[in-house]
């Protein structure tokens, strides 16, 4: 399982997981569960147009998923905010299948971007991972405050001079950024899993952000970590145990809150 | 008429049985997406069409109909959201992002073992992405029936339900179970979502549902035109995405044909941008109405 061709593996999923962490926190937060789900597909239908282009897939994954941030801030500003999601994201996933059928790749192809494949990290990918993972946990220190601000309440932010719409676009091409470099390793459909669960599952430990974020990186470290063993051992997808084990981490972390709410009644807000 | 049909369209059989599920699952999937896109559904509806995930390729795995699948465990994950709470809005986006992230762990699964332990080819494809020219003509009866239950139970709580999404509380004090309605919609939704996951497959079936619904929302704001509108919107794409899809075959010396889902909603899409003008056109002519 530590041999040779899994150091690579062990190395990236460490990175991806340390950043669906903290960037999961802010999307749990704000409530952008749909837009995290989206973009990432986006991603996918990048990385099959790469595919088909002889491109590098990194590239692919990157355009389209900062092109469908950019769409869904921009659309959603206008019309209703979740029709606008769910339309760029079929939208997405129909150019993702028309690329797919023009290629000759197939089935083992679309199943890799879409679930992930754990097996499959080359050493060439793994600067460019840990370098767009820098860039995004920087951008993240460098918003904390007006972003934390924005997400929580937004009309002081507003009238502290955040421009709460600036900080949604920059936040989504954050995410854009995030995934497209997680969508190779652990698939389209899985790192929303590892962005949802993990953090919510540490809000209902505290309610301060700091630790919060802390504590979503730790869980969702331990669930990548957990997974692979797991995806090692039993030869199932990877997928199919950060889904289940993140939403178990979340299920914990409910029943902890409603036991310390059933302790402290007096203290509830 | 050369130009826009190619020969054989209107004498294939695969054909008319696309046509015809198409159509019946397009008039579904709009009727219940006028509501779905009111209520702000509309996660709840894509995270429904990834349980149908799930439940496509386990009925694979157990040699079942698809069809079923679809619709057996998109109820289930229906019941399941409505539990933890859908209703609240508050929180439902986290409790619906949980349902997607188990459901879609569980469908990696599934369509793994499908692929290993079956020895067939095409699953995911055919689950993911639909192939509605290879549907067998049995599928027909069983597809309208789901069809009628879906748009009787619809129309049983047309009333209540429209009174329940546009204002709650008027609708609790004229003594509607909200719970119930709500509820009773969800088992709706997860039928017609099952429905057209058969036809588009699963992940692309989020835009017969909200595509349709959106563009006749932002034309009219009545609900009774809003409703045909939808459902003319949605069977005009998926007919002319078949009708593109067949032609496809023709085009340039391959004859390897483009998918139809992507026509359907890619169509789709453009009605849902070009939707979007008119009210756009209205509001830079006469500014000073705005508000």
């Avoid at chain 1, 497209?180 to 389209?188: E, H, K, L, Q, R």
Wanted: proline share 4%; charged share 10%; net charge positive.
């Amino acid at each position: 399982m530590f041999s040779g061709f899994m150091t690579n593996t062990w190395v990236v999923a460490t990175v991806v997981a340390a950043l669906a962490g903290v960037v999961g926190f802010f999307v749990v937060l704000r409530g952008s569960a749909f837009p995290a789900h989206a973009i990432p597909n986006g991603a996918f239908a990048g990385a099959a147009a790469a595919n088909l282009l002889g491109l590098n897939a990194l590239l692919g994954l990157g355009v389209f998923a900062v092109f469908a941030a950019l769409g869904i801030g921009t659309l959603g500003r206008r019309g209703r905010h979740d029709v606008v999601t769910a339309l760029a994201l079929v939208l997405m996933l129909a150019l993702g299948a028309l690329f797919l059928s023009r290629s000759t790749e197939y089935e083992p192809a679309i199943y890799a971007l879409l679930f992930g494949e754990v097996l499959g990290v080359s050493t060439t990918e793994l600067l460019p991972v840990a370098f767009l993972a820098v860039v995004c946990i920087a951008a993240i220190v460098f918003m904390y405050r007006p972003l934390t601000l924005s997400s929580v309440v937004p009309e002081i932010a507003e009238a502290r001079g955040v421009r709460s719409h600036r900080m949604e676009i920059a936040f989504l091409v954050v995410l854009a950024v995030a995934t497209a470099m997680t969508v190779p390793v652990v698939g389209a459909l899985l790192i929303f899993s590892l962005m949802i669960g993990p953090p919510a599952a540490a809000r209902s430990f505290t309610d301060r952000p700091p630790v919060a974020i802390i504590l979503s990186m730790a869980i969702a470290l331990a669930t990548v970590w957990a997974a692979i063993a797991s995806s090692y051992a039993s030869n199932w997808p990877i997928g199919f145990f950060v889904g289940t084990m993140s939403a178990f981490a979340y299920g914990i972390g409910r029943a902890w809150a409603a036991w310390r709410r059933s302790r402290r009644p007096a203290t509830r807000l | 008429m050369h130009f826009i049909v190619e020969p054989g369209f209107f004498s294939s059989q695969p054909v008319h049985v696309a046509l015809t599920i198409g159509g019946v699952v397009a008039v579904v999937s709009a009727a219940v997406g006028i509501f779905t896109v009111i209520r702000g559904q509309s996660f709840a509806g894509h995270t429904l069409t990834d349980v149908s995930t799930a439940g496509g390729s386990a009925a694979f795995l157990l040699g079942m109909n698809p069809l079923l699948g679809f619709i057996g465990l998109s109820l289930v994950g229906s019941g399941t959201m409505d539990l933890i709470g859908v209703q609240r809005v508050r929180g439902r986006d986290l409790a619906t992002g949980i349902v997607l992230g188990a459901s879609i762990g569980l469908a990696a699964l599934f369509l793994y073992l499908d692929t290993t332990t079956r020895a067939t080819t095409g699953a995911t494809q055919q689950i993911l992405f639909g192939s509605i020219f290879t549907l067998d003509p049995g599928e027909v009866p069983i597809v309208v029936a789901f069809s009628v239950i879906s748009l009787v139970a619809l129309a049983v709580i047309y009333r209540p339900l429209l009174l329940a999404t546009m204002s709650p509380d008027i609708a609790a004090a004229r003594g509607v179970r909200l719970r119930p309605v709500g509820l009773a919609f969800m088992l709706a939704l997860a039928v017609s979502v099952g429905l057209s996951s058969l036809a588009i497959g699963s992940i692309l079936s989020t835009a017969l549902l909200i595509g349709p619904a959106a563009a006749a929302l932002r034309l009219t704001k009545r609900i009774g035109a809003a409703l045909i509108t939808a459902v003319a919107i949605g069977v005009a794409a998926t007919w002319v995405g078949v009708l593109l899809a067949y032609d496809s075959y023709y085009w340039g010396s391959s004859h390897n044909g483009y998918p139809v889902s992507f026509f359907i909603v890619a169509l789709t899409f453009l009605i849902y941008l070009a939707s979007g003008l008119p009210a756009r056109r209205a509001a830079t002519s006469a500014p000073a109405k705005r508000h």
